[in-house]
């Protein structure tokens, strides 16, 4: 199958997946660095926030679906800023602009989850829901300047395990100021007795301008844990004690319960994405197009795909982010995916840095996978830096 985008001709063989970008939250979260925008700073219209957003994601579905002739997405996932304070029949006209023959994710924040609004969510054909939890410690909710409460959280987690038949996604954050071991632990234990079948762990990242980073830097005795990767791991153990299984570095799920969306980034197959700020990637033999929407929000409603920059990436900058994506995995790359894609050997393009991570007992090369070790992937950033050393220095 053949697009033509920016003027580059762009060769497929599996349907691209959907990234739906909600972009509204009642109100910021002090650590949050996604686009999303409190309703009142939205553009004056005469429609409600949540039916104008509604209305200008389909249409621009619609004109992407045409430009990459899609007649049905791989996977689709919903997420945001806060989906979930899309009404029932917004979701109802959303899930019906498009067709899907996989997974359907959409985040949820513990506040918006009713019964109604689950049984709805499930009619509209949403097949994995992921709930923003993030800490079941009040404390640590106020110190990352998250709304909602663990109360609010215990209910959702209730009405979730009543009245929801998909599959269930929590997300925790590891690394919060103030969180102890002991915390982290009891949030583990208190989620895996519900049934959750995917938890996404990650650690808190203090991005520049963030009102958090502000605090950190201009309150005294308010800091990160200084036990942070020990806090980790010892989520990670427990988690895997609960049965869940890490598969990417920050994922874990119980066996045959992954993110198909998520593995397509990690696989760097194709998707495309709608919203202001979305992201679509696109492969282009072995080189990549990517397009990345405007955050002017009266720009994307006049005309959703029209305000967007567009980047060609070139061979070996391709290359370089399959190494980036595919060794988050647990499962690695594959040899034989790589060869087709690049028509070379992953053990020749990075000879080195494997032959020294595999002495090192850190990565691991086994039939078709190339992986690295449970001991190798909290490196990831440094095997990735001797990727990168020798990948542009050759
Ligand atoms: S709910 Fe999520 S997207 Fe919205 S502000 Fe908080 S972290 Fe950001």
Redesign the pocket.
């Known amino acids: 199958m053949a697009d033509r985008t920016a003027g580059r001709v762009l060769i497929r063989s599996t349907a691209p997946s959907l990234y739906i970008h909600v972009p509204v939250?009642t109100?910021?979260?002090d650590?949050?660095d996604?686009f999303?925008c409190a309703p009142e700073t939205f553009p004056p219209d005469s429609l409600p926030v949540p039916d104008r957003i509604t209305r200008t994601l389909i249409r621009e579905i619609t004109q992407r679906s045409t430009e990459f002739s899609v007649s049905r997405w791989n996977t689709v996932y919903i997420g945001?800023?806060?989906p979930s304070l899309l009404s029932p029949d917004n979701l109802a006209d959303l899930c019906s602009s498009f067709s899907c023959s996989g997974e359907i994710s959409m985040e949820a924040?513990p506040e918006s989850i009713t019964g109604p609004w689950l049984a709805a969510a499930a009619d509209c054909g949403i097949t994995r829901l992921s709930i923003?939890i993030q800490s079941l410690h009040d404390p640590l909710l106020r110190a990352v300047g998250?709304?909602g409460s663990v109360n609010a959280a215990r209910k959702a987690l209730d009405t979730v395990a009543d009245f929801w038949h998909g599959q269930l996604s929590v997300d925790l954050i590891c690394g919060i100021p103030g969180q102890t071991d002991t915390m982290l632990l009891d949030d583990i234990r208190e989620v895996s007795r519900y049934p959750v079948d995917h938890v996404s762990l990650y650690s808190l990242m203090v991005e520049p301008g963030t009102p958090l980073s502000r605090r950190l830097e201009h309150t005294p005795g308010f800091h990160l844990p200084d036990n942070e990767q020990d806090l980790w791991f010892s989520a990670r153990d427990a988690l895997e004690e609960a049965g869940f299984l890490q598969y990417e570095v920050s994922n874990f799920a119980k066996p045959g319960k992954e993110c198909h969306h998520n593995l397509v980034y990690w696989h760097m197959d194709p998707y495309l994405g709608a919203g202001p700020s979305a992201v679509g990637t696109m492969p282009n033999g072995d080189e990549s197009v990517r397009y990345t929407n405007t955050r002017d929000l009266t720009a994307w409603f006049s005309d959703p795909s029209q305000h967007q920059d567009i980047e060609h990436i070139s061979r070996k900058d391709t290359l370089f982010e399959v190494l980036l994506m595919g060794f988050r995995l647990n499962a690695g790359i594959s040899r034989k995916r790589f060869e087709n894609r690049f028509s070379t050997d992953i053990l020749v393009s990075i000879a080195q840095a494997v032959d020294s991570w595999e002495k090192r007992g850190l990565l691991v090369v086994e039939g078709d996978s190339v992986a690295l070790t449970r001991n190798g992937l909290p490196l990831l950033n440094r095997f990735i830096s001797d990727c990168m050393e020798e990948l542009f220095h050759q």
Do not use: A, L, M, V
Request: net charge positive; aromatic share 14%.
């Open positions: 939250c109100r910021k979260c650590y949050c996604f999303s945001g800023g806060t924040n923003g998250r709304r």
